[in-house]
């Protein structure tokens, strides 16, 4: 079984290994009789400042993908494991990244890239005495523009009616991260005082060539940009109150206003405004509190893992978070 999951600071001269393994087999008609440049290479990856993740099978290191916010920087498969699908695998684990160089002579490694959606840009360079060549994926590139080009107009219009918009939900893990981590078909917000704002609201999002519905709870859903987003009603006096339902008695969340990121958040360039992991970890141990029959997919179960590490890596006692919250009228225990 193959795993893929976040490298370690003592693998980094695995990861080199890897890379050396591979790179030499993969290049030798590209640099014939050319040493390989081993300790570059080691120091490479040992300063790298992005993300390596590394595919793992049966507890042995068989490929890994580099990666930043902006461009993926390299991705290596043993030999003796491709064609297994562990290449698509970590291709798919860089996210939302867009853009990547390639040797142009390195046939094998542009129709990998090409099979999954990927192609040259025209943009060229020269490294290492060989010509390099820019591909870009359209899909992920517009769908990166679609995103942020929506989040930038919610915090306009949030700013220009005096309010903030908190982003939960699905996007957040990847505006922890920096980067685009998949694909979203819609944005989740928690608006402060969405209630008196609503007509400011409507107004600017019709200038802005947007239109403006109404879902059964009475949150206003946004279309327009390409991407849906839903506004949630949230008040905040002391503690946060969120309004999910106004027709239940169990209609209302309340949690502490301290789970609302006061500090925006920067997603690439784009200044955006999120609620923190621990309100993200309630919603996710327990989705009943907003819908009773939600039935969680195996992205939330991927995503409750991941905010419970963040959690632990902050000294967060997860279980004491259910106790800050109130449905209702009713604490929540656990």
Not at 141 to 158: D, G, N, P, W
Not at 189 to 206: D, G, I, K
Not at 261 to 273: C, F, G, K
Request: net charge negative.
């Amino acid at each position: 079984m193959m795993n893929i999951r976040p490298t370690h600071t003592h693998e980094i001269p695995q990861i080199a290994a890897i890379h050396e393994q591979t790179a030499t087999v993969a290049y030798a008609h590209i640099f014939p009789n050319q040493p390989f440049p081993h300790a570059e290479t080691l120091a490479r990856w040992q300063r790298f400042p992005g993300q390596i993740l590394v595919a793992e099978v049966e507890n042995v290191l068989v490929g890994f993908v580099a990666f930043d916010a902006e461009e993926l920087h390299a991705l290596y498969v043993l030999p003796e494991y491709q064609g297994q699908g562990i290449g698509r695998r970590l291709l798919a684990a860089a996210g939302a990244v867009s853009a990547l160089w390639v040797l142009k002579e390195n046939h094998a490694a542009r129709c990998f890239y090409a099979a999954h959606g990927w192609a040259p840009d025209g943009t060229e360079r020269v490294a290492f005495g060989v010509v390099e060549m820019r591909y870009q994926h359209p899909a992920i590139h517009e769908h990166c523009q679609m995103i942020l080009q929506s989040v930038a107009l919610v915090e306009q219009i949030s700013a220009l009616v005096g309010t903030t918009s908190y982003i939960w939900g699905g996007l957040t893990l990847d505006v922890y991260a920096g980067r685009l981590l998949r694909k979203h078909d819609d944005i989740d917000y928690l608006t402060v005082n969405l209630c008196e704002l609503r007509e400011a609201f409507t107004q600017q999002f019709a200038t802005a060539g947007c239109t403006v519905s109404t879902v059964a709870n009475g949150d206003p859903v946004v279309r327009g940009t390409g991407i849906k987003l839903h506004l949630g009603q949230l008040m905040v006096d002391g503690r946060a109150r969120w309004v999910h339902n106004p027709n239940a008695p169990d209609g209302v969340l309340e949690f502490p206003a301290t789970w609302l990121a006061l500090e925006a958040s920067t997603l690439y360039n784009q200044t955006v405004h999120v609620v923190k992991p621990e309100l993200e970890y309630v919603l996710k141990c327990r989705p009943d509190l907003l819908n009773p029959q939600w039935t969680p997919r195996p992205k939330d179960v991927t995503a409750k893992a991941a905010l419970e590490k963040m959690l632990y890596a902050e000294k967060v006692e997860v279980q004491d978070l259910f106790t800050q919250v109130c449905v209702g009228e009713h604490k929540l225990l656990a």
